[in-house]
């Protein structure tokens, strides 16, 4: 099998913002790698359609349109996205920064925080904001202050009984085995491995699970693949089950959300 090729991308700034506060929107292509790099400003990231993955010395983030990652001032990190998305950036300076997380973390994107990056999304790229759009940009960072703070959407963990178990999910979510089942593959009890979940990963593994089907989900949509095969590759039975899962865990159908993150692209 021919090995996938990463296309590297260039932050695009390094040394000097726009201004104090400054959004940013671009398309992520398939396979999309920024290497590692830092910023003396902070970044609030997020997915105007698609997911976002970061990873950093702490941690990997894999989170889909409904939050966002926090990034302070001068955290080494590294973006890349294994299917094409659009991501959305809000760079903010450090004399802005002062009623933000100190820690990396996902921020919950509220209806109305979601309603402002898409009007910014919306907007002609590379214009300097004027007085009232750097108004606009000052209540946005005051919500994202205020915003709940969602920890990882999908977690990892050090614990290698725990990640052989997620990496044979990610490899293929619509794998249908049991908890017992898949504790049984990796050599250890059910309850062992449901402790251990819960323990590290803040949540069930059946939690986890939908959440893994979400992202993928989110992906194939993308695609244009029809919601029936989706729900047949990711392992329901039937597609309202299979869309009832989706919409608990987005407050939307896969449809809508196709609709509204296809309407943003550019």
Known sequence: MQKKTRQILLAPYTQELPGAIYFRSAPMPADGFYPPHHHPWGEFVSAVSGVVEVQYAGGHYVVPPQYGIWLPPHTEHLAQNRREAWHSSVYISVAECADLPTQVTALTVSPLLRAMLEHLHRQPPGIPPSAAEARFLKVLVDLLATAERAGSYLPSSDDPLVQKVLNML????????????????????????????????????????????????????????????????????????????FRRLTQETPDEYRKRTVGLER
């Open 170 to 245: 990610q490899h293929e979510p619509g794998d249908s085995r049991s908890v017992a089942e898949l504790a049984a593959h990796v050599h250890t009890s059910e309850r062992t491995l449901m402790r251990r979940c819960q323990r590290d990963l803040g949540m069930t593994l059946a939690e986890w699970r939908q959440r893994l089907r979400v992202v993928k989900a989110m992906s194939l949509l993308a695609q244009g693949r029809t919601v029936e095969s989706i729900a047949l590759e990711l392992g329901y039975a039937s597609s309202s089950a299979f869309i009832t899962m």
